[in-house]
């Protein structure tokens, strides 16, 4: 009746012979696409309830230090390539990219760094920015966009049209696979520590080797991930 199975690359556990299939699916198959939705929906719709009070009031003061522009909506990719809307509490100066891309040196040492800047020097991101990234409450407005479903729960991070490219290149497959997250297994492996190769390899190993209890596996290391802040900057 049970058999030892490695379900989500983290432990190997007994687990019941009735389960087995849900570790057997496909990511893109209608089984796995109707758990993902059901789990996104429940975990989603409350959380964005209870944190409501909170995001309003995080809008509020943000809004004030941004002279009216708490939330900030970008076009990402979304599956099988299709454009999405996501949204965040704004983190960065309004004119955040010209602030970069006007600084030559630090716009290359942005681009070695796999599209990252060390924590102190990026000059797009406001004092407050740095506190909300480094709790993660910039990404509340991304419950709505599970809500809605453009995302899921657990997936690749959303990326930009050229990041796609320059990031994942001929392994682009594995992100267009699945809906973007709002967690994964980059964010849970040390986020911000991570490199941009490793990231992919995450992301690869994530949605080759999906399943339900995987998914499950990852929400519950979110929790301490975000609480303690690891590898957010």
Known sequence: MFRDLSTD???SR??????IALERLRIESTLSVLLKRGTDILVALPSLLVLAPLLLVLIMINAFITKGHPIFGQT????SGGQIRVYKLRSMAIDAEDRLRNDSVLYAKYLANDHKLPEGEDPRITAFGRFLRKTSLDELPQLWCVVTGSMSMVGPRPVLPDELETLYG??????LRSKPGITGLWQVSGRSKVTGDQRVDLDCRYVNNWSFFGDLAVL??????????????
């Open 9 to 11: 690359g983290f432990t």
């Open 14 to 19: 007994q687990l019941p012979t009735a389960v």
């Open 76 to 79: 990402r990719v979304g599956r």
């Open 170 to 175: 001929t392994r682009k497959d594995c992100y």
């Open 220 to 233: 519950c290391r979110t929790v301490p991930a975000v609480l303690f802040g690891r590898g957010s900057h």
